[in-house]
């Protein structure tokens, strides 16, 4: 086994969400703003106490992002000892290991995420968002290197959906139970954008984007903000809230080191890499998980955070869904039927925020805040999050400190 | 035919141009499909970087392809990009990775010429040919003339 001594020594201690909105007319740093006051109430700490943030952005500046600099400054924080921006999966694990390392003890962790202009006629018809877009070159490829890239980032993906069928021999079923399942749980989520329940037939017959991927295949933009307050375990019981922990957690790096690379295959992007330093750090097993969330921007990240997670083999999906699926309630039902998947909605039916919205919803379910969705006893659950190519994360929470 | 550093630069103005890419450049713009080859253990490195990841070798030289190879990855756009003017002018387009007879794992992306996006299937052998894109040579593939001796290869990683 794998070195982890940051098991059970670095909390969860406050979570705060905004609505889930197709316009909240706020900026990101509004956004983010609102759910870190909500995340920091929920904490009951002061703000003085927090001396660490992971910002929403992917470089230092990220113009119009809630960068550290910016959520800094806004919130009237007067000093911190570690800032870094992050996004996707692995925003959460560079806050853990912020606080695991001891380069800050209490840390902030924003992420805002908002309907770009280049999501829809409508988005782009909005001029808050179409200037965000002309200035940060939101949705384009510029400045790249176009003998090597795909013209969107959706592209790849839908042609790796193609491959997957044609290798393994099966039909869309297996992309189309992901987005069933995920709108089935949002219907319950009285937080998610689009709660209206869908069957299989939907599914196939929503509007092809880039073949064979259709729009039921795609996240659901929005406007929305996520924050989690972390902290050392021996802060936490000081704290008036229930603590949720960290057991264990991996970032997947693999010889693909560009954005959007075409040399690897099936069972070799980064989810298996992340997965497997996962499971190298802990003596739990995929079994062990209670809850799994699998990253959805698009159903087939979520079909390869499965099959690396473990719940079944490479290109066996197909079957493993099929003997999981609960026909009353329309929702996967994994590990013999005890372990529900993504139970706010996620990417494809609560909103787009990346990975953020599954790290708080795992939160609250540890913590059985959860109301009419709530899974009964669950005390662990699995995240996978991020891209084919960059920014995976695996992580495992649990109820209690191990 | 030669083709200096400006012109390359001037023909591809939204292109970020770096050393480790220019003759790669160089290459489209005389109609050659230049990938970078190990000079000391013949790996082909791509995309464009300027030493082997298998022995570390700095000595790696654009070398012209084949331009035999397998359609492993395709699809197609049918909306583009809210917000993106040149896709909404182009309208569909179809986009394919293809897996180079050189190396297994050797992935160019490209498009189609002479077919259409429903005569794609997967491993289809495909041959290299040039189209003209936005006043420029694009290298693009179609269905391998004959009898087509690119061997379907194993699934590999790169390096």
Not at chain 1, 32 to 43: G, Q
Not at chain 1, 118 to 145: C, K, L, P, V, Y
Not at chain 1, 328 to 335: A, D, H, K, V, W
Not at chain 1, 336 to 343: I, K, N, P, Q, Y
Request: aromatic share 10%.
């Amino acid at each position: 086994m794998a070195r982890n001594p940051l098991r059970g020594q670095v909390a969860v201690v406050g979570v705060g969400s905004t609505p889930y909105l197709r316009d909240a007319k706020k900026t990101y740093l509004g956004l983010a703003l609102e759910a870190a006051i909500a995340a920091i109430k929920d904490a009951g700490v002061d703000k003085s106490e927090i001396n660490g943030i992971v910002g929403s952005g992917r470089d230092v500046f990220s113009v119009g992002d809630a960068t550290y600099l910016a959520v800094q400054g806004a919130l009237g924080i007067e000093k911190t000892t570690w800032v870094l921006n992050s996004w996707l999966g692995s925003c959460f694990v560079y806050a853990a290991q912020a606080v695991a390392t001891g380069l800050c003890d209490t840390l902030l962790l924003v992420q805002a995420y908002r309907r770009g202009a280049e999501m829809s006629q409508s988005a782009a018809g909005d001029r808050f968002r179409q200037r965000q877009a002309e200035i940060t070159g939101a949705g384009s490829w510029r400045n790249t290197d176009l003998a090597q890239r795909w013209y969107h980032n959706g592209e790849p993906y839908a042609a790796w959906m193609a491959r997957y069928m044609h290798d393994y021999g099966v039909s869309k079923d297996v992309f189309g139970r992901i987005a069933v399942n995920n709108r089935s749980h949002a219907a319950r989520n009285p937080n998610a954008a689009a709660r209206t329940p869908i069957t299989l037939d939907d599914y196939h017959a929503s509007r092809e984007i880039w073949t064979p991927m259709q729009l039921l295949d795609m996240d659901v933009p929005v406007d929305a903000g996520e924050a989690l307050v972390l902290t050392t375990a021996e802060r936490a019981r000081d704290l008036p809230g229930q603590a949720v922990y960290i057991d264990a957690m991996s970032l997947g790096g693999t010889q693909i080191g560009e954005f959007y690379e075409n040399g690897l295959g099936w069972g070799q992007f980064s989810p298996w890499r992340a997965m497997e330093g996962l499971w190298e750090r802990t003596d739990l097993t995929v079994e062990d998980a209670d809850l799994f969330y699998a990253y959805d921007g698009f159903t087939v990240n979520a079909l390869a955070f499965t099959e690396a997670a473990g719940f079944c083999g490479l290109g066996e999906a197909t079957d493993l869904f099929q003997s999981s699926w609960d026909k009353e309630q329309n929702i996967l039902r994994l590990n013999g039927g005890r372990t529900l998947m993504s139970t706010n909605g996620g990417n494809l039916s609560q909103g787009r925020t990346g990975g953020a919205g599954y790290y708080s919803e795992a939160v609250r379910q540890l913590r059985g805040d959860c109301g009419e969705r709530q899974a009964a006893g669950a005390r662990t659950a699995l995240i996978g999050a991020g891209s084919f190519y960059h920014d995976p994360a695996a992580v495992l929470l649990t109820a209690e400190a191990r | 035919m030669t083709v200096s550093d400006d012109e390359v630069f001037t023909r591809y103005p939204d292109v970020l141009i770096t050393y480790d890419n220019i003759e790669h450049y160089r290459g489209l713009l005389q109609r050659r499909l230049l990938i970078n080859r190990c000079d000391d253990c013949g790996y082909w490195v791509y995309p464009h970087r300027p030493i082997c990841p298998r022995c570390w070798s700095w000595s790696v030289t654009p070398t012209e392809v084949s331009g035999r190879g397998r359609v492993h990855l395709f699809t197609q756009v049918r909306q583009p990009r809210a917000n993106d003017k040149a896709g909404q002018r182009q309208g569909s387009v179809v986009l394919i990775g293809v897996e180079l007879a050189e190396q297994p794992g050797l992935r160019y992306l490209s498009t189609v010429d002479g077919m259409e996006f429903a005569d794609l299937r997967h491993d289809l052998p495909v041959e290299l040919t040039w189209i003209e894109r936005g006043g420029l040579p694009a290298p693009a593939f179609r269905p391998a003339a004959g009898d087509d001796s690119a061997q379907p290869s194993e699934e590999a990683p790169v390096g």
